[in-house]
């Protein structure tokens, strides 16, 4: 354990003999899995029964809680709770609110970035009475949702080596059977599998000596088989769940964009996007005019073709979604300004871009896209459709300070929004 987690923990730490006999009695607990951009990580929210229009001035207001940290990550609900973190001084800190607001506990997990855009990034991951997140530099924690406690936790990226960009970690931890998954890339490994209940390594695959992105990895059922699949800085890369070994590392840097787009220099090895998987295809997209591209899956697994590539949604840090047979979001023109799109999953082919406001992060939920544009707080209710942006409603996010990067969440008919160290939690239901 790391020397600053054990310090903050220190008054909490369990005997071996009960941690074990608390982690076998956690698993049998009915599961409830809660974690960044939904379910499948697709950006695409379960519920049913919502609003397909909002009224003047937006959806009615729950509530609103600030003074919980800033950060530019999203909540995770489950059932009877809302999870959040936020960065207090030099740490990263999760707090634990009920569903109607009001703070049960706050404590902090791990050092937070200190350097460019310092505030958290990590949703945190939530199976049963377990969250599992990660901090700015690397810290990894596993906490009991009830009270709070540390169940284990260490520094990652000094366990395995690894090696990150200029804005540190930007990851939300994923869970797969009994593992969780971190992506330290480096010269050691660029995945491992932490056994969910101990933290002890259940697997490292071999490494393509690269450097961490700004992406948390998503599962592909390909077939039957369990495929992780993410994007360091230079590489698309899938990896066996079972056994850790690659099974494909292609490398995303060097496709080139159309040549009369001027490139921001770090454009290759600066990724932001969770890749999009649907049927045997996989989408990633990177942003600063950086090429998008759709590559197939085959042979089992072990393999990847390049199918297209795109220069028309080269998302910031908003995310995509696919709804039917097109791929929604917004692009980057330049880091102040971008428009929203949509391209054909089949073809890569434009179907339409305009502007509304600037560039956002992006989710779907009971058939409406949700647009939260960046620099001055509109939220948009969007019916997704090939023939145009056909904004349905908006409204403005007036609380909170700095850049609206969080991405909203939707869970049992309450949108959630994240603005700074402000959460605000708003009605969507049909009444």
């Not at 909490?12 to 899995?33: D, E, H, K, N, Y």
């Not at 009475?129 to 949702?145: E, Q, W």
């Not at 366990?159 to 797969?176: A, N, Q, Y």
């Amino acid at each position: 354990m790391i020397q600053s987690v054990s310090m903050i923990y220190s008054k909490v730490r369990m005997p071996v003999i009960l941690l074990v006999l608390f982690c076998f009695v956690s698993s049998g607990q009915a599961q409830f899995t809660s974690q960044w951009r939904g379910p499948q990580r697709s950006g695409i929210y379960p519920d049913t029964g919502l609003l397909t229009s909002w009224p003047e001035g937006g959806p009615e207001l729950l509530w609103s809680v600030n003074d919980l940290g800033k950060g530019y990550s999203s909540a995770a609900v489950t059932d009877d709770a809302v999870y959040i973190t936020g960065m207090k001084d030099s740490t990263d800190n999760l707090t634990k609110l009920t569903k109607d607001g009001e703070i049960v506990w706050s404590l902090p997990f791990g050092r937070t970035w200190t350097a460019s855009f310092p505030d958290t990034r990590t949703t945190p991951t939530i199976e049963g009475n377990r969250i599992y997140v990660i901090s700015g530099t690397g810290d990894i924690a596993c906490i009991d949702a009830e009270n709070g406690s540390l169940i284990w936790g260490f520094d990652a990226v000094l366990k395995f080596e690894g090696r990150w960009g200029d804005w540190g970690i930007c990851e939300s931890l994923l869970l797969v059977d009994n593992n969780v998954i971190y992506s330290p890339a480096g010269p050691r490994t660029t995945l491992v599998a932490l056994n969910k209940y101990t933290g002890e390594t259940t697997w490292e695959s071999e490494s393509l000596n690269d450097t961490s992105a700004y992406v948390s990895p998503i599962l592909f059922n390909y077939n039957g088989k369990k495929i992780i699949v993410t994007t360091n800085a230079r590489h698309l890369v899938g990896v066996d769940a079972l056994y850790g070994n690659i099974l494909w590392g292609y490398d995303y840097a060097a496709l080139l964009p159309d040549e009369s787009l001027k490139v921001w220099p770090g454009a290759p090895f600066t990724n932001t996007i969770t890749p999009l998987v649907s049927e045997n295809g996989i989408y990633i997209t990177g942003g600063y005019n950086h090429v998008g591209a759709m590559f197939e899956i085959y042979d089992e697994g072990r393999q990847i073709k390049l199918i297209w590539t795109d220069s028309t949604i080269d998302c910031h840090h908003g995310g995509v979604v696919k709804i039917g047979d097109y791929i929604y979001g917004a692009n980057w023109i330049n880091n102040a300004n971008g428009n929203w799109c949509c391209i054909d999953w089949i073809t890569g082919k434009p179907q339409w871009e305009e502007k509304w406001f600037t560039k956002g992060s992006i989710i779907a939920a009971d058939g409406m896209l949700y647009c939260y544009e960046e620099k001055t707080g509109n939220l948009g209710l969007v019916k997704p459709t090939p023939e145009k942006f056909d904004l349905i409603s908006s409204f403005k996010i007036t609380d909170g300070t700095g850049p609206h990067w969080s991405h909203p969440v939707v869970q049992h008919g309450v949108l959630y929004v994240r603005h700074g160290d402000v959460l605000m939690a708003y009605d969507v239901r049909k009444q």
